[in-house]
Antibody, heavy 126, light 113 residues
Framework: QLQLQESGPGVVKPSETLSLTCTVS????????????WGWIRQPPGRGLEYLGA???????YQKTSLKSRVTISVDTSKNQFSLKLRSVTAADTAVYYC????????????????WGQGALVIVSS | DIVMTQSPDSLAVSLGERATINCKSS????????????FAWYQQKPGQPPKLLIN???IRESGVPDRFSGSGSATDFTLTISSLQAEDVAVYHC?????????FGQGTKVEIK
């Protein structure tokens, strides 16, 4: 059974970079035919879900436009991991960050999310 | 970005009764090329990540009880729980994946009356 696990610091200072890694087990990121993307979603406390972006196993990344200047999503197939970097964080970036498997339903990093990590709470605070 | 709006924000239903959640998208998520609605529903229990319930607007994921059903097309969708069980207490989210970025509704909290 596929499992995803987020890891990274739970507290980040304002203006610094939030870095999270997702380790995938029970399956390979490098699946022939590119049926999946590997995505990041966040959920601020008490609020809804926001799709940050996704990457495929070849390293093609798709980031939400409004965050594009701050977000980098990358993949390391040798470690079966993918990562999120969010630069210049503020308190508004405080959220639970989920890594997910995205079933590829078309071009451009979109699809539905059929497997989720447990989530990592990241607090932006000095 | 496509805006997804759910209604109501919360509802309380008696055990065994029907619960209905609506979701409206600001643009059609029906793709004429394959006549499919690029739309999903998720269930999120407290302290847990969301779980995929339904994709393509009406296809239940494996293992999802048949009391959950999805309907609708283009811009208006409904999730129905035909007979609410205690374990169905959760927040339910709708999502479109017709265009990038995929977007979610604000969530609907379902409680027991």
């Amino acid at each position: 059974q596929l499992q995803l696990q987020e890891s990274g610091p739970g507290v980040v200072k304002p203006s610094e970079t939030l870095s999270l890694t997702c380790t995938v087990s029970g399956g390979s990121i490098s699946t022939t035919g590119n049926p999946f993307y590997w995505g990041w979603i966040r959920q601020p406390p008490g609020r809804g879900l926001e799709y940050l972006g996704a990457v495929d196993h070849l390293g093609s990344a798709y980031q939400k436009t409004s965050l594009k200047s701050r977000v980098t999503i990358s993949v390391d197939t040798s470690k079966n991991q993918f990562s999120l970097k969010l630069r210049s964080v503020t308190a508004a970036d405080t959220a639970v960050y989920y890594c997910t498997r995205v079933v590829n339903t078309g071009e451009g990093g979109r699809g539905y999310l059929d497997s989720w990590g447990q989530g990592a709470l990241v607090i932006v605070s000095s | 970005d496509i805006v997804m709006t759910q209604s109501p924000d919360s509802l309380a239903v008696s055990l065994g009764e029907r619960a209905t959640i609506n979701c409206k998208s600001s643009q059609s998520v029906l793709y004429s090329g394959d006549n499919r609605n690029y739309f999903a529903w998720y269930q999120q229990k407290p302290g847990q990540p969301p779980k995929l319930l339904i994709n393509w607007s009406s296809i239940r994921e494996s293992g999802v009880p048949d009391r959950f059903s999805g309907s609708g097309s283009a811009t208006d969708f409904t999730l129905t729980i035909s007979s609410l069980q205690a374990e169905d207490v959760a927040v339910y989210h709708c999502q479109q994946y017709s265009s990038f970025p995929p977007t979610f509704g604000q969530g609907t909290k379902v409680e027991i009356k």
